[in-house]
Structures are given as C-alpha cells and as structure tokens.
C-alpha cells in the first residue's frame, strides 16, 4: 500500500463533494469557550514551551490561566519562585497561582488543582528527546499518560520545545476517523481554538492493516477486493462524507481556509509524519474507551509526535 494522497486533485475533489453532498449532515457542537485553564508545569526543559503553549491557548481563548507546579517535595519558597518565573512569560494574560496540592502523585496533583480552578482545558508537557531515553519509545510519561487516561476536558500536550511554538497555532492538522463518536468535538475544539485566520488541515488516514485487524475481531473476512488502494479510498470518503460536509460548511460560514485529504498507510506512522513534518498544530480525538484500540492508536500518535498534541 502506498501512503501517497491522491494524485488526482480534481477527482479528490469531485469524489468528497459528492460524499458531501450525499451525507447525513452533522452538527458540530457548539464550544463555549474555557473560563479558565489549568497550565501545569514540571520543572523540566519544557517549560517554557509550555508556557508559550499557554499563552497562546488563553489568549485565543480569553481565559485565565491557574499555574499549577506537578513536581513533589517542593519547598513552598522554591515552588512559588518558579510559578512566578512561568507567569512572567505568559505577558498579557490574566494569571492565578494553584494552591499546592498534597498529593505524591503528580498526575493527582494535575487533576486536583484541575478540579479546584474549574478549568476546562489542560496544557501540560509529555516528555521528549532526552527525556525519552530514560523512558523508552512507548512511552510520554507516566504522569502524562495517567492525566490523559483520567481527563474528560481537552489537553494540550507540548512535546518538543521548539522556535515558534506559537506559529503551530496557525495550521492545525485535525486527523480524523470516520466511525469516530469524538470526530466532531475534535472539530469543533480545533475550530474555536484556532480561530478564522488558521489554515485548517482535515487528514483522514485509510489504515488497510487496521481494518483487516478490526473485522478479525468480529470474526468477519475482509474480501482482498476492498483492500486495493481505490477502493480503500472510495470507501473511506464515502464514509467521511459527513465529517467532510460539516467542516466545509465551517470554513465556508467562517471564510476559513480549509484542506481536506486522504491517505493509505499505517495510521500512527503517516499521521505522525505529515505533523511533524508540518509543524502543524495536531488535534485528535481521544477515545472515550480507554481500552480500545482506537485509544491505544491515538497514545501513539502522541508518542511520536514533537509537534504540540491537543486530545479532545
């Protein structure tokens, strides 16, 4: 199978507008903007892309960011120095201090300050490079992961610090699945965030291996006619159409640039790939079965993203 788009530019066109056309609609739903969000620090080389990260979210958002310390065993002195050090780089933005929590866990520390802000929206880092290699390529962090299995707001996941952390924001990638329940959150999440001016990227990865793997686990066959690279392609915009129509109905209401595409390969590895190499902004939905494969998809695309990850 290749993981090339279509080369057809016009046919890719015509195929989604006729999917489009053809669609039950769906409504994306209508995000309130956070009144405040819980930024989260850890004392680590991340940090300060964080709060960057931050001060991006709540500007575009008009929020208040609540700074809170995950790191254990802190002395109060040395705690409130470095909040105030974090708060100082997010200029511009309404800022309060988290009380400490007294939790030894820090994921516990993350959600409880989470819970007492009334924070509707995370950003915290996962860590990357030479902090992956104490942990190992499956993994982001133990407290990352924790906070992600236990969340039911969106979270921001900054990974590799980087220049112009704040121009990802520009050009969102929102990679979808068609029979995803939280495709549309995922949408609409990335929308409000983003705002008009972004250039938005819809990608929808047509993973052959995973659909074979699916209808094994129903104890169904999947006909090798339905495998070939077309048909993978028909299907999948068939299926997308939907999806398709309610974000270009947006973009057009919003004069929002928006790019739709399709791609054959292994998910994690091709929607990893086209982030990174865009330094897009990546938004994805999450799961809400933490024990589906689908779950377990999306926790690797995060592992091997260096580009900001918003799960929703």
């Keep these: 199978m290749s993981n090339t788009p279509l080369d057809d530019d016009l046919h890719e066109a015509m195929s989604r507008f006729k ?3 053809q669609a039950q609609p769906i409504e994306l739903p209508k995000i309130e903007p956070p009144a405040k969000v819980l930024v989260a620090f850890d004392q680590s080389n991340q940090d300060d892309a964080v709060a960057v990260a931050a001060r991006e979210v709540c500007t575009r958002f008009g929020a208040t960011a609540v700074l809170a310390l995950a790191s254990p065993g802190l002395d109060i002195e040395t705690r409130r120095k ?58 982001v962090g133990s407290t990352a992961e924790r906070v992600l299995a236990r969340a039911t707001t969106p979270i921001l996941f900054v990974r590799e610090p980087r220049e112009g952390m704040a121009g990802c924001f520009g050009k969102p990638l929102t990679k979808l ?4 329940p939280e495709a549309a959150d995922a949408l609409a999440v ?39 690279d077309q048909a993978l392609l028909d299907d999948a ?61 999306a926790l690797t695309v995060l592992r091997l993203s260096s580009v900001p990850v918003l799960m929703v």
């Design 19 to 21: 999917a489009a056309a």
């Design 82 to 139: 470095h909040l105030e050090a974090m708060q100082a780089k997010l200029a511009g933005v309404s800022c309060e201090i988290s009380p400490p929590q007294d939790d030894e866990d820090p994921a516990d520390r993350i959600l409880d300050a989470q819970q007492a802000a009334g924070a509707k929206f995370l950003v915290l880092p996962a860590p990357y490079l030479e902090n992956l290699d104490k942990l190992g390529r499956d993994s």
């Design 177 to 180: 699945h068609v029979r995803q």
């Design 190 to 228: 990335g929308f409000a965030l983003c705002g008009t001016a972004a250039q938005f990227r819809v990608l929808f990865v047509v993973d052959a291996a995973a659909m074979t793997e699916a209808a094994a686990l129903l104890g169904h066959e999947v006909d090798p006619a339905k495998l070939t």
């Design 237 to 297: 915009q068939a299926a997308a159409g939907s999806l398709v129509a309610a974000a270009q109905h947006w973009a057009s209401d919003h004069k929002a640039a928006l790019k739709v595409d399709f791609k054959i390969g292994s998910d994690p590895d091709v929607t990893a790939r086209e982030a990174n190499d865009g330094g897009h902004l990546l938004v994805l939905p999450c799961p809400a079965d933490r024990n589906s494969s689908a779950y377990s998809r």
